[in-house]
């Protein structure tokens, strides 16, 4: 505790400098000697190593990726002539429907390849990004190999944002039906670093086996344990905060709160910290990681509002294009992200469009001094704004399209919409809330019919929604007013 209490404020844009990072980076082993790492390296060395692995994994990807191999050939690209990252710009990009139509496709076929190491051909695990049209969420397929790249990415991922091996990590991620990026990293991360790790297991209930504990259940561990820093959803760790203070519980060890999921914007940050204030803890370092299942982890701030880094340029590409004609931004203009990976042998994408927009950098930055890419805040206070294709709900992607046709195969419905809301629509940083207004056909039995449309709900989308009744139609579509009906409403207020 004695070195946790010596860096407790280092973080602190005021106080952080390359020698307070150097320092603390040689204060423990695992991140001493992580002597490859590139961050601090200069950036035409970084782009070395990219290059490097750009073109070995441009050969995997022409021989052994079904998607790709026959992309080359439909449109007769000779990816020999694609040496350097900026030559990337030559193929055309990925978008979600292609990954979403066939998965499977996106997976190198090495089974069977003379040479291939056995790391390189086991499943070791998988993981679910967006659910489809046709009603399942898409798989990740992760190699032994690629596991261990994400051990690296993960432990330099902590080395950024000032988690150490002495920390106790509480992950507050719920448990659901489907493997959770954010669940699964808050438990790979502290372990690929040699810290402590325990989980409040709060989530959707599944009757057959009750194992899952309420809210005040998880508070108690994180304070029985001295957890000095939380893991989870940025709203939900807010909710849990409160709930906390009601308990009056203890959290004088906290040091940090790592919120992933979606924006954890300044005032958001501030309303937590006063609130951890309260419970003991004192200048808690609010961290907001940028993470999506197609990097298995998320870039890192190294101060707040400072940018988030790319904890490791060997493995992923970033830039930001055109969504429309795949043409690559300049530093610091917006637009939509996407993602080359350089070194994987599960799932494989190139040039693939992550449906957030935003801006970024290659300066050297000016906190901690690395000179990896950063994703800088594009309005405000957050590093990402939704796209229209899909909205980012409780930290999760969700597809609109999935839940307007699970809830039109309901039977008893006369109108309905679809509204993301917040549990309290004057508090931007409260939790999410799905409801759905609902306009029932005459005579139907309203809780029948409400089980049905739960069920089918949570089901498509696993999460639960409320129900409001409205009784009349008109007052969901009216076709005097509008040509078309509007199913589905974001009604979250802004974040500033």
């Known amino acids: 505790m004695s070195r ?36 601090f390296k200069s950036q035409k060395e970084i782009v070395e190593i990219q290059n490097k692995n750009l073109r070995n994994q441009l050969e995997l990807c022409d021989k052994y990726s079904p ?29 979600k429907m292609d990954y ?16 291939r190491a056995l790391f390189e051909l086991v499943n070791w695990n998988v993981t679910m990004t967006t659910g489809t049209t046709y009603g399942f969420p898409t798989v990740f397929w992760n190699t032994t190999h690629d596991e261990y790249s994400l051990l690296q990415f993960l432990i330099r991922s902590s080395k950024i944002s000032w988690g150490s091996p002495d920390d106790r990590i509480f992950n507050c991620f719920p448990f659901g039906p489907v493997p959770h990026i954010g669940y699964l990293r808050a438990i790979t991360a502290p372990l690929a670093i040699g810290a402590s790790v325990c989980a409040g297991h709060t989530g959707m209930a599944y009757p057959e086996f009750p194992v899952l504990r309420r809210m005040d259940e998880a508070i108690s561990i994180a304070e029985n344990h001295q957890c000095t820093i939380i893991m989870g959803i940025a709203s939900y760790i807010r909710r849990m905060i409160m709930r906390a203070e009601e308990l009056e519980v203890d959290f004088s060890h906290m040091r940090a709160i790592h919120a992933l999921g979606e924006p954890c914007p300044k005032g958001m940050r501030e309303d937590m910290r006063r609130r951890m204030e309260s419970l003991g803890a004192e200048d808690v ?22 940018g988030n880094h790319n904890p ?30 350089l070194n994987r042998r599960g799932t494989v994408l190139l040039r693939y469009v992550l449906g957030d927009i935003v801006r970024m950098t290659h300066e050297p930055c000016p906190y901690c001094g690395r000179n990896t890419e950063r994703i ?21 992607l969700i597809n609109p399209g999935l839940l307007k046709d699970t809830i039109e195969n309901v039977g ?9 809301t917040k549990t309290d629509p004057k508090d931007p940083y409260s939790m999410d809330q799905l409801v759905l207004k609902v306009a029932p056909v005459a005579g139907v039995n309203r809780k029948d019919l409400e089980k049905k449309i739960s069920d089918a709900v949570s089901k498509a989308a696993e999460m639960s929604a409320k129900i409001e009744w409205v009784e009349k139609p008109s007052d969901i579509y009216d076709p005097m007013i509008s040509l078309k009906a509007t199913r589905v409403l974001d009604a979250r207020p802004p974040l500033e």
């Not at 370092?285 to 298995?296: A, D, K, L, M, V």
Request: aromatic letters at 12%.
């Open 4 to 39: 946790l209490k010596e860096i407790s404020d280092w973080w602190k844009p005021d106080v952080i400098s390359p020698e307070k990072v150097k320092k603390f980076i040689d204060m423990y082993p695992v991140f001493k000697n992580d002597v490859d790492c590139p961050a």
């Open 67 to 95: 998607y790709y191999s026959n992309l080359f050939k439909e449109q007769k690209i000779d990816v020999s002539k694609i040496k350097t990252v900026d030559d990337l710009e030559k193929l055309p990009l990925t978008t």
């Open 100 to 115: 979403m139509k066939n998965s499977d496709g996106f997976k190198l076929q090495l089974a069977g390849v003379p040479g």
């Open 285 to 306: 370092f609010i961290h907001n990681g940028w993470g999506f299942t197609e990097c298995q982890g998320s870039l890192s701030e190294c101060t707040e509002l400072g």
């Open 312 to 341: 490791d340029p060997g493995l992923y590409f970033l830039e930001i294009v055109d969504p429309e004609t795949g043409e690559r931004k300049a530093d610091g203009e917006e637009g939509v992200a996407a993602i080359t990976h």
């Open 376 to 396: 800088l805040p594009v309005s405000g206070s957050v590093y990402a704004t939704r796209t229209k294709e899909l909205v980012k709900f409780k930290g999760t």
């Open 412 to 420: 008893g419905i006369a109108e309905y919409q679809i509204v993301f």
